[in-house]
Structure formats: structure tokens, C-alpha cells
């Protein structure tokens, strides 16, 4: 049975090649949607340790300065182990396309904050030891060639004490993820203390706390807790768990998720009108053929089955194929994208998800033509012929 | 089965119609096509049914084909009363007991002859060695073992209906029903078929019903009946 699905699956062949690139290009679409969908939505593969940390901002302005001690008053709050800072600004190394994150930090109790974290003892201690140091991630160093013991000079828009406005670090070791933490874009981290010391404005200030506590559970009573702190100071602060703020982030840029979910609703039903305008043609065209089949004994199901099972290679192919390259494209774009939308991610429930709608448009647009094969009388159609 | 009992279904025609009565809707009205018809065809006979157009000829070889029902009537081939049976035994019944050879062929394009012929065997259990080994026993026997290869759109209208013969005989069928077969033929392709259907007839035993419209494709026949409005007779109407 399966040679007499394949003979009639190579019919056609312009039109099928057709139809094929169809599916291919919707489900190409559908999985960039997907994944797309997936940044949006801010979920990331989580360490441990990323559901045990808090953020504190300006309740004001978000990412606008707080002072810098806030962060002792933070740090003996109940229920928190650690406490770190940060200033992040935009850097670039040659020219601005050339982008860098920068993240100023106090090299003491970032890894503390961060134990997914982990850079090797030798160039930590050689950082720590280093005012104008800094550890780069894996993604920086391969971009720019950058190796351990390069100066390397960083433009931006923060204007030094000495009126410059480049920032000359010197590579002391390379900073890691581990545990499946989301930490792996263009990043340098500096000294806070390099970078609070030759700015001229807003010393003393940093854009973030980022809090580490004992279990997931106390997150509420903490972030009200530090909040509660700062209810009389200027500026107040707002507190949640990391990961709520980048879904609070992405919600306050609109709803993009359901929007793309809509335009991957409306591929879907446009593929399903074209494959099943297609199928119902193909079918119609062979209706004689199928008679004949029932004529020599096919039973209705089987005949049924051969429409079907020709929707289904159609669609499995196309969608296959489609998918793969959203994967590679994926791949591609997680790269150019990390900084601005780092979830961009082809997941296992988003591939699932293709599949069971591959099988279901298959289904839905073989269902006329299958339904017509069933139907079928068979001295009518051979009449017909 | 007895000595007695399997004499007794040598001794019972093939064919058995009995009453069998054939009504259509068109529109609003009832067509009698076949009426209350009885008809018996020894095994091993040549039996061609002529008459005029819509006279019901081909929904008597649909309705002994298994291909449609019967209104009234009783259906019985080689003791097998057909018009009981479900559409998923009737298929099965089909599949073993019958051989159709159509007007147009009918052969799938895509498919090359040896394939054609073997799609009946699809429906056994057969090896693929064994179905390829009895297709090309069929071509043999119809003269087309060095077209085995070829597609349909590759032969001509008679090398075609020698495949749909070959297809119709690879089951080794009880019965070959045969709408047509020289229909779409010129006379010397036509009468290649007719012999050939002799030989099966004549050689191999096999019990063949032909409809027609050719009196010289007819004569080829070992017996013909005339079928009028739905009434099948011995002689043409005048």
C-alpha cells in the first residue's frame, strides 16, 4: 500500500513541489512566530538560583538612578542572602554598530547573587585585583577575537572627569553560565568602582538591585519588606522576582505574544485553504482511479486511507522541512537578537506544537477529499469516466 | 462438503438472478431500470449481453459485479448470495471473485503495467516476489511480457486493454465481467481482445459476461441475450 501512496505522491510533480513549498514556508513562519512568541513571553530555561533572585528599581523610572546605599539597608532585610548592584550602558569597541552591554558591578558579591555564574578562580582573583578589569562572556570573545590579557577600548556616551569618553578595560578572564542560565549575550562586566569614580554624573547612584533570598516562597514578604524600606525616601523602589520583571517589561511593550499568535493563526488557516483546495482538486481529478480501486476489492476505508495518507506525506514533508529551517533560522537570530529579545527559542512544546498542527491540517485538508472517497459510488464515477 | 453437495453446486448455474429488480430516482421520479429479471449462467460460459442505451445492461454488470444493489431480488453467485452481503465483505467477495475489464481501461497512470496488474494482489498475502511472479505470468498470457516496464501512456489503446484483461485475471477470478471491451478499439485491436477473451474462455475455463453494443464483437460469444428496458430476452426488439 505504501509504494501505491508513494507512485501517486510523485504525480504531479510541479504541483506538488508547489504545494510542498507552501507548507514549507508557512511552517517556516509559524516556527519563527513561535519562537519569536517565546521571547516575548519572557520565559527563559531557569537556574535554581534564577527563581531565588529579586530586582529592585526606581518605582519612579525604571533603570533611573537609586542611590548606592540603598543596598546595605537592603542587604539586612530578613530572608535575604546577598545583594548585588548594577549600572548597565551601552558600550561599543570600534565603531557603534559594534555593540557591547556593559555592566558595572561590585566584582565582591556579584558571583554571590550569581552562582550560576562562574568564571575560574584564576582570572577572578586577577579581576578582583584589577580596578580597570573586566570579565567578558563566551559570545564577546568569539565576535571580536578578544582573548584574556587584551586592553581593549570601550566607546559610549558617559562622559569621564578627564572629558573622554572611552572606557580602556583590560580582559581578565571570561565569565560563564552554568545551570541553564540566560546569561550568555555581548556582556562585559567592569568595576563599579572604575566606572562610579571617573563619571561625572550620577555618582553614587546604580540602575539596579538584584537581591538573592533563601526560597522562592519568601519572594512576596521580601519585595514588601525593601519596599517598605524606601516608602518615605526619594526615590521609592519597586521590588519583584527577576523574572516577573522581564514578563512586566514585555507586557508594558503591548501584547505582542497574542498578536503573533494571531498571525500564526492566520497562516495556519490560510495554509489549510490552500492544501485543501489542493487535495479537494487532486482528488476530484482521480475519483475514476479511486473507483476502480474499490471495483478490484479496495475496501472504502482503504481507498479513504490512500487520500489521506497522501494529505498527511504532503503536509508532514512540507511542515518537516518548514521547521527545520525556523530551527536553524532560530539559530541564527537568538545570536543577532540576544540583546534585545534573549528568549528567542525554539522549544520542545513549540515543536510539538507544529507537529500536532502539520497532523492537523493534513487531517482538515484531507477531510473533503476523504469525505468524497467514502462517498463515492463507484458506477457512478466509473460512469462518469 | 459431501460428494453429493459439491455435485450439487457443480450442477447449480454460476449465475443466479432471481427476480431482480432495479429502481433509480431522478428527480421526483422512479425509474424501473431492471425488471424483476431472472437469469442463469452456466459455469464456463460466454455469455454477451447487447441492447440500446440505458437499456440497463450496465447496471445488470454492476449489480453481478457487486458494484451495486439490487432493489428486489436475489443476487447468487457460485452459491454466494451477494446481495446480503455488507459493503466490506462485498469488497472482499470482489476481490476474489470477480475480474472487471472496462471500456476505458482504466489502468493508474502512474503505475507501470506489472504494478497494474499486480494492484488486485495488493489484497492478498502474497509476497512481493510472488505477486511480480504471477503479474508477469498474466502478461505472458496476454502477450505483453516486454511491456511489463511501460506506463500506461507509453502503450497503445490495445496493448492497454490487454493489461486491463491481465489485471482482471491475476486473482484467478470466478467470474470476468467485461463493459465494453472493444469499445474504444479499431476492429483489429478489437478482435485481438475478442480472441483473447475466447482463449480464457475456451483454454482456461473462465466464465465471462460481455456487454456490447458490436454485433460482430457479440458473435464472438458463445450465447447472447438482448436486453430491453430493463427485460432481458433472446431475441432483439424490433
Known amino acids: 500500500m505504501f509504494s501505491l501512496i508513494w507512485m501517486n505522491f510523485k504525480r504531479n510533480k ?42 529592585t528599581l526606581n518605582k519612579v523610572a525604571p533603570y533611573s538612578p537609586m542611590p548606592v546605599a540603598y543596598a546595605a539597608r537592603i542587604a539586612a532585610v530578613p530572608g535575604i542572602k546577598a545583594v548585588t548592584y548594577l549600572s548597565a550602558f551601552a558600550g561599543f569597541y570600534q565603531k557603534q554598530s559594534n555593540f557591547v552591554l556593559m555592566f558595572a558591578v561590585p566584582s565582591a558579591s556579584l558571583l554571590q547573587v550569581y552562582p550560576d555564574l562562574t568564571v575560574q578562580s584564576d582570572q577572578l582573583k586577577a579581576w578582583m585585583a584589577d580596578r580597570t578589569g573586566a570579565l567578558m562572556t563566551p559570545e564577546l570573545a568569539k565576535q571580536y577575537g578578544w582573548r ?20 580602556d578595560v583590560t580582559i581578565d578572564g571570561v565569565i560563564n553560565t552554568r ?13 563599579y568602582t572604575y566606572l562610579d569614580a571617573a563619571r561625572v554624573s550620577n555618582q553614587g547612584t546604580v540602575d539596579t538591585f538584584v537581591e538573592l533570598v533563601s526560597s522562592p516562597s519568601q519572594t512576596g514578604q521580601v519585595s514588601h519588606a525593601i519596599d517598605r524600606l524606601f516608602i518615605n525616601a526619594s526615590p521609592q523602589t519597586v521590588t519583584t522576582a527577576s523574572n516577573a520583571l522581564l514578563q512586566n517589561a514585555y507586557a508594558a511593550a503591548g501584547n505582542v505574544g ?15 485553504l490552500v492544501v485543501g483546495a489542493i487535495m479537494l482538486h487532486t482528488a476530484r481529478e482521480r475519483l475514476s482511479e479511486f473507483a476502480v480501486l474499490r471495483a478490484l476489492g479496495f475496501r472504502r476505508g482503504a481507498v479513504t486511507g490512500l487520500v489521506l495518507s497522501e494529505s498527511i506525506l504532503v503536509c508532514m514533508c512540507g511542515g518537516l522541512i518548514g521547521l527545520l529551517l525556523a530551527c536553524i533560522l532560530i539559530g541564527k537570530l537568538q545570536h543577532l537578537l540576544e540583546q534585545q529579545l534573549a528568549g528567542v527559542i525554539m522549544t520542545g512544546f ?36 | 462438503m459431501s460428494a453429493i453437495a459439491v455435485e450439487n453446486t457443480r450442477n447449480q448455474p454460476l449465475v443466479n438472478l432471481r427476480g431482480v429488480t ?31 442505451s440505458g437499456s440497463g445492461k450496465t447496471t445488470l454488470m454492476n449489480i453481478l459485479g457487486g458494484l451495486d444493489r439490487p432493489t428486489a431480488g436475489e443476487v447468487i453467485i457460485d452459491g454466494q448470495p451477494i446481495h446480503t452481503l455488507s459493503d466490506s465483505a462485498l469488497s472482499g467477495w470482489r476481490a476474489r471473485h470477480v475480474g472487471f475489464v472496462f471500456q476505458l481501461y482504466h489502468l493508474l497512470p502512474v503505475l507501470s503495467a506489472e504494478q497494474n496488474v499486480a494492484l488486485p494482489l495488493m489484497l492478498t498475502k502474497l509476497s512481493g516476489a510472488e505477486r511480480k511472479k504471477r503479474a508477469m505470468a498474466a502478461l505472458t498470457l496476454v502477450g505483453l511480457e516486454d511491456r511489463a516496464k511501460h506506463k500506461p501512456a507509453e502503450l497503445s489503446g490495445g496493448q492497454e486493454q490487454r493489461v486491463g484483461i491481465a489485471r482482471a485475471i491475476v486473482t484467478d477470478p470466478t467470474i470476468l465481467l467485461c463493459d465494453e471491451p472493444t469499445g474504444d478499439l479499431d476492429r483489429k485491436a478489437g478482435d485481438e481482445i475478442l480472441e483473447l477473451l475466447q482463449l480464457l474462455n475456451k483454454e482456461h475455463g473462465k466464465t465471462i459476461i460481455m456487454v456490447t453494443h458490436d454485433p460482430h464483437a457479440a458473435a464472438k460469444a458463445e450465447r447472447t441475450l438482448f436486453m430491453n428496458k430493463g427485460v432481458l430476452g433472446e431475441e432483439p426488439e424490433a
Open chain 1, 179 to 191: 545551570g541553564g542560565a540566560q546569561f550568555s549575550s555581548q556582556k562585559l562586566f567592569m568595576h
Open chain 1, 148 to 167: 584574556v590579557g587584551y586592553r581593549v577600548p570601550i566607546g559610549s556616551s558617559i562622559l569621564q572627569r578627564d572629558g573622554g569618553t572611552t572606557w
Open chain 1, 258 to 272: 497574542a498578536i503573533l499568535t494571531g498571525v500564526a493563526v492566520l497562516v495556519f488557516l490560510s495554509m489549510l
Open chain 1, 350 to 385: 513549540a515543536i510539538a506544537v507544529s507537529i500536532a498542527l502539520m497532523i492537523a491540517l493534513a487531517l482538515l485538508a484531507g477531510a473533503v477529499p476523504a469525505l468524497q472517497t467514502w462517498r463515492l459510488s463507484v458506477h457512478d464515477a466509473l460512469g462518469r469516466a
Open chain 2, 22 to 52: 432495479k429502481l433509480y430516482k431522478r428527480g421526483s421520479e422512479t425509474v424501473e431500470v431492471l425488471k424483476r429479471l431472472d437469469l442463469a449462467v452456466p459455469r464456463g460460459d460466454f455469455l454477451a449481453l447487447m441492447g440500446p
Open chain 1, 14 to 55: 510541479g504541483r506538488k513541489l508547489l504545494t510542498l513549498l507552501s507548507v514549507m514556508i508557512a511552517f517556516l513562519l509559524f516556527g519563527v512566530l513561535m519562537a519569536v512568541r517565546h521571547g516575548f513571553s519572557g520565559q527563559r530555561p531557569e537556574s535554581q538560583a534564577a527563581t531565588l533572585r529579586m530586582t
